[in-house]
């Protein structure tokens, strides 16, 4: 028998839900297959997002124990090995206000994306006939961060971010900042640059946890060193 222990808010107080699962039931099975299984066969009280169930909308990403995964793209057979348990305990995204059991809002999380102006200043070029041709280097260079797809995993799991949310972002918010910094279309580098620095950019600790925890591998501790070499490549000479 394996036990799933969920940690619940039901819009006012803070409770578990202890869910039994025989063998057969987390046998081969994503941990999101368990969690549906549960709210149609056990529990239909229990609220958690998903979508896409291919690891690509970002919507089904939960805490297990203390480390946040995408559910769709984690097999719970695997996870409870891995921990040498037959108990794992579930909870919401840490670093994001919780509406309901594994359901975070995602509105401030949005707002601070936003403050990061995350598009690109267009070329003159871009207004002729051909338009701004970028070659292909060009684009397999920023590519990578194309394949964000805002789980929130890295801000539940970041260091700095956990330590204090006031001055400090979401870490993929320095990782779309980066995207549009490092675009050749981009005619302004340091647009989105502004933003990351008076959001927290030399706050980074450089743990490289959210580099770690990201389903796509993106390497946000990287990007934060690029965008601080680009600034201080830009910086102004001093004047005497
Ligand atoms: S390297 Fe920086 S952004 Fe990444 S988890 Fe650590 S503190 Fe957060
Ligand atoms: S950078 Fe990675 S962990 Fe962070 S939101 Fe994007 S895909 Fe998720
Ligand atoms: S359901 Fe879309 S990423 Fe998991």
Redesign the pocket.
């Known amino acids: 028998m394996f036990v799933l222990v969920v940690n619940r808010f039901d819009g006012s107080k803070n409770y578990q839900s202890r869910y039994e699962l025989p063998e057969e039931r987390v046998q081969g099975q994503t941990l999101l297959a368990v969690l549906q299984y549960i709210k149609q066969n056990i529990d239909p009280t229990l609220n958690f997002t998903s979508h896409c169930r291919s690891a690509i909308c970002g919507a089904c990403a939960v805490k297990v124990n203390e480390s946040a995964v995408l559910a769709c793209d984690t097999n719970i057979e695997t996870l409870f090995k891995s921990y040498e348990t037959s108990t794992l305990t579930l909870s919401p995204l840490a670093n994001f206000p919780v509406i309901s059991d594994l359901v975070v809002n995602w509105d401030e999380a949005l707002e601070h994306l936003g403050r990061i102006h995350p598009t690109i200043v267009p070329k003159k070029e871009s207004n002729t006939e051909d338009g701004c041709v970028q070659s292909q280097t060009d684009l397999q260079r920023v590519l990578p961060a194309w394949d964000c797809i805002l789980c929130g995993i890295?801000a539940s799991?970041?260091?700095?971010?956990s330590q204090s949310r006031n001055d400090y972002l979401e870490?993929f918010a320095?990782a779309h900042a980066w995207r549009t910094a490092f675009d050749s279309r981009n005619a302004d580098p340091l647009f989105s640059c502004k933003a990351a620095v008076e959001n927290g950019l030399w706050r980074?600790?450089?743990?490289?946890?959210?580099?770690h925890v990201c389903p796509k591998a993106i390497n946000?501790?990287e990007d934060?060193v690029d965008l601080r070499k680009l600034i201080l490549e830009h910086r102004r000479p001093p004047r005497h």
């Not at 980074?204 to 580099?211: A, D, G, L, T």
């Open positions: 890295c799991q970041c260091t700095r971010y870490p320095f980074c600790v450089h743990c490289s946890i959210c580099m946000v501790a934060i």
